[in-house]
């Protein structure tokens, strides 16, 4: 086995007793009992543990051939879903398609997760330039609002190009195994379908084929990715507190939420995390921000947002603590170039690695912060690859789940979405007929 993420909290100890962290340790081993028995809150929505091990083989084995296909084929492949039906994919595709090879594969588009007429109009446009366009569309459901207007448009673009039985044939569903509007879609238009499972909520389904099959169509690698998963149950499964960083980081939060931290600020250092920042948002956001509690989840990109937010940050309201994300090792290497005649008084950095200095502005940064009266944890992970978003992944999870356990909440369920979903139906609602 490859090494493992660690959870460093050096940058924070001021903040927290030793006692104090010690405490938490029986807590956090009633919370994995809970978790792990099956019989703790959500326990129905608790698949994503054992997924590793116990992935439909048949149909893992069919997205890789789907996936080949759409890569051989398309020139442009539309993922159209929402939440916890796109997010995991859009995080590894971003992260992970600058260091693969990603050949002549398709470009990839996102669609379904908004409602802005512009993003389709521009999206259309850029459609009509290419030749051979295939869609995977999203949602357990089939009925949120978003995705499903989405696939109603794309559907009918699809159709209008290739006609129904071409269009059939571009079109691929990933949905409930058994009920739901495009369940029952795809069987009567006879769609290729994938499953979301019924164990795994969507937040949680970024290794199943809700965002294998994407993943898969970009060139990543998903054998090294669920080896990463698997490997990162390994010591993310472990009870005790000392051996298990998943756990450690949701001692952490915890202990800084009950000493007045409500927001936690995840830092990533490469643009391509951002999307990552984004499902780690609705991973924590959905699973703990409910019966009036749970941390803030916000995100940043530095040292970017050190010209933005870094003020905040370092003389703000002292309600935050940051988690960094760091890699240990970079996928490229950019040294900084000597030039004649440019006196910019950085000729002491020549011959010097970027990353070098990245790791530089990473430390002042976090003691900056520490400093200034915000805690931080910094999360290190050995590189950028298929791997590590598995361990990554599994890591973020376990710790979820256990940090809602802590919390006393349900990290299983998201009730507060549904309001806006019925506001938005009713007021979508045809009008009622005067018998006029
Ligand atoms: O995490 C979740 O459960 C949600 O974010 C859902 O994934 C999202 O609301 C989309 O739902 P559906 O897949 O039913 O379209």
């Known amino acids: 086995m490859k090494s493992s ?64 296909e759409i890569r051989n084929q398309a020139d442009a492949f539309i993922v159209v879903g929402v939440g916890g039906s796109y997010m995991g994919a859009k995080s590894a595709v971003e992260m992970l398609c600058s260091t693969v090879n990603n050949g002549d594969g ?16 521009n999206l259309l446009k850029k459609l009509n330039g290419k030749k051979e366009i295939y869609i995977n569309v999203v949602s357990k459901s089939g009925t949120t609002l978003e995705p499903a207007i989405a696939f109603r448009i794309l559907r009918g673009y699809l159709e209008e190009r290739y006609g129904i039985e071409g269009a059939r044939k571009r079109i691929i569903a990933t949905t409930d195994r058994e009920k739901g509007a495009l369940k029952q879609m795809a069987d009567k238009e006879g769609y290729r379908t994938f499953v979301v499972p019924d164990t795994i909520g969507g937040r949680y389904s970024v290794l199943t084929s809700v965002g294998l099959l994407p993943i898969a169509v970009c060139g990543i690698n998903i054998d090294e990715m ?51 920042g984004e499902w780690w948002k609705q ?15 916000a995100s940043a990109m530095f040292t970017t947002d050190l010209h933005s937010l870094g003020q905040y940050i370092q003389e703000g309201r002292r309600n935050l603590f940051l988690t960094t994300l760091w890699f240990d090792k970079s996928p490229e290497d950019i040294v900084i170039p000597l030039l004649n005649n440019h006196e910019d008084g950085l000729d002491h950095l ?87």
């Open 5 to 68: 993420i660690i959870v460093d909290d050096r940058e924070s100890r001021w903040f927290f007793t030793q006692q104090e962290y010690t405490e938490m340790a029986p807590k956090v081993r009633l919370a994995h009992d809970l978790l792990h028995s099956g019989k703790g809150p959500g326990k129905e929505f608790t698949g994503w543990i054992e997924w590793g091990r116990e992935f439909d083989r048949e149909e893992y084995e069919r997205v890789k051939q789907v996936a080949a």
């Open 106 to 121: 398709p470009e990839i588009y996102f669609a379904g997760h908004q409602l802005s007429s512009l993003y389709f109009a």
């Open 226 to 276: 669920m080896e990463g998963a698997l490997d990162g149950k390994k010591t993310c499964d472990e009870p005790s507190l000392a051996e298990n960083p998943a756990y450690q980081y949701a001692v952490l939060r915890n202990l800084f939420y009950l000493k007045g931290k409500s927001i936690e600020v995840l830092v990533n250092y490469d643009p391509y995390m951002h999307y990552f």
């Open 283 to 297: 991973l924590f956001g959905e699973s703990e921000g409910k019966n009036h509690k749970g941390i803030f989840p």
């Open 350 to 436: 020549v011959g010097r690695n970027l990353d070098e200095i990245k790791n530089k502005a990473c430390q002042g940064t976090m003691k900056a912060h520490s400093d200034g009266g915000v805690p931080n944890i910094k999360i290190t992970i050995p590189e950028m690859s298929p791997y590590y978003y598995g361990q990554l992944v599994y890591f973020f999870e376990k710790a979820c789940s256990i940090s809602g356990y802590l919390l006393g909440v349900n990290p299983f369920d998201q009730p507060g979405v549904e309001m806006y979903k019925k506001n938005v139906t009713r007021l979508l609602e045809k009008p009622e007929s005067t018998g006029k």
